[in-house]
């Protein structure tokens, strides 16, 4: 990486900023898409005739091709260097969008889906290295909470974005939303950020073997998570996937320790504070990524909104972290970021605990204050341990780190998904056949929470005959899943209150003020 403080010193401040915006619209694009995606995949299943098994694979493609990328994002910066780096991505992002939106079959979306992907992958991780390389240090903790709000906004946002432009025009400007300001971005990017010169040196010493080991080791883990919710998590194929991806894994770090220049700095990790932040990000991605999933599939399976009142409900976390993103600047600036870091994951494990104790009737007001704590808290676990993994590290160090930072979160809300999607599949069933025998035993307050009327109950005496089973079946199923939800959203709590225990282990960096 070429850039240094004196492109800090030497240039407008305006035209860095300029830059740094243009980069951040091409990450919000490259989130946001994932989201708007995944709200109208029955519109494009029904749109291009796509079987119910293979729907998924609009999403996987994208995820399996992004998650190879990240990690690029050193290399790709020390080749292309940051200005061309984004600007080829986001153009060859623009360039896919247009091709999904114009797609006629599976086989053509899934195709230009992992174009898409890889070259969104790309541009997350950019934006966070940004911020180390293009700003003094007084005015990095502005631009991450800048690129931070984004990253997280573009989730809650999504789903009623896709909603709207599902229902009001069509599946198409799901990709076509990207295109305008994908080129405004570019073009605005060539002229704001830093002029250097490509290193084709760093071309001729790509490993091609590290490379493939690792596209296999990550699209397999991805792979592997995915599907082994339904297939079993100990099935022959999910094992064998598992076993593939550890021992591609294994080989790659093997290989990479030993080369030089590696393809990706994985000696990033000996540094102590990006090891604690990497596990803080993978941490947060379990929180974040798990909760705007869970918030959606209650919504939907349990209460029958579509995408666009999901959306509407969903949006008080978005309305939370932008009020509480100028508090979080300048607490930022005069706090240690190891006390920021605990209160955050704190108040984020609390508020995704409050949403474990929901019924079958809960909706946007039981919903309120949790998306409100959630909301302030997510701004504390995103900028001090972005901080402390990136703002002690030489700027040469930052574009792979980045990477690697980036890719834990990822990383991390794939595993809260198959972690949360495996206790909705196992947990479901046993828990009706629990709520039925308390049914029959006269509990009332089972009664009242599946949603049965007291004086049914009464007149019945806990006696539940064919005829009754058959209308309590379809309330049953949807108390059950309600209650699996619930145990989903502790589980993902815990593990959030996890990330607590490794704060005090990091070293104090000190504020950016």
Known sequence: MHSSPDFQQTTSPLLIWTGFMAMCVGMF???????????????????????????????????????????????????????????????????????????????????????????????????????????PKERQAIATTIAGVLAVLAPTVGPIVGGWLTETYSWHWLFLINVIPGI?????AVVSLPREKLDFGELRQLDIVSLLLM????????????????????????????????????????????????????????DRNFLIGSVLSFVLGIGLFGSVYLMPVFLAFVRGHNALEIGATMLVTGVAQLVTAPIAVALEKRLDARLLSTIGFSMFAVGIAMSAFQDPRSDYDAMFWPQIVRGVAIMFCLLPPTRLALGTLALSKVPDASGLFNLMRNLGGA???????????????????????????????????????????????????????????????TAATVQALNEAWMVVAALTACAIICVPFARRVAPSE
């Open 29 to 135: 694009m490259a989130i946001l898409d994932v989201q708007v995606v995944a709200t109208s995949l029955p519109t494009i299943q029904s749109a291009l005739d796509i079987g119910p098994d293979q729907m998924s694979w609009i999403q996987t493609a994208y995820l399996i091709a992004e998650v190879v990328a990240i990690p690029l994002t050193g290399f790709l910066t020390r080749f292309l260097t940051m200005r061309w780096l984004f600007v080829i991505s986001l153009t060859v992002f623009v360039i896919a969008s247009a091709g999904c939106a114009v797609s006629g079959s599976f086989t053509e979306l899934v195709s230009w889906r992992v174009l898409q992907g890889f070259s969104g992958g790309t541009l997350i991780p950019s934006v966070f290295s940004a911020v180390f390389v293009l700003f």
């Open 184 to 188: 405004g971005a570019a073009v605005i």
């Open 215 to 270: 596209a296999v080791s990550l699209a397999c883990l991805e792979l592997a998570l995915k599907e082994a919710p339904t297939n079993g998590w100990t099935s022959l194929p999910i094992t064998g996937l598992f076993c593939l991806s550890a021992f591609c894994g294994a080989a790659f770090v093997w290989k990479t320790l030993l080369r030089a220049p590696p393809l990706v700095e994985l000696r990033n990790f000996r």
């Open 415 to 477: 595993i809260g998904i198959a972690l949360i999607d495996t206790i909705i599949y196992t947990r479901s069933e046993p828990l009706g056949e629990a709520l039925l025998e308390k049914l029959k035993a006269g509990d009332t307050d089972t009664a009242n929470f599946i949603g049965i009327p007291l004086d049914v109950m009464a007149a019945n005496k806990g006696a539940v005959d064919s005829a009754a089973m058959e209308m309590l079946e379809p309330l049953l199923q």
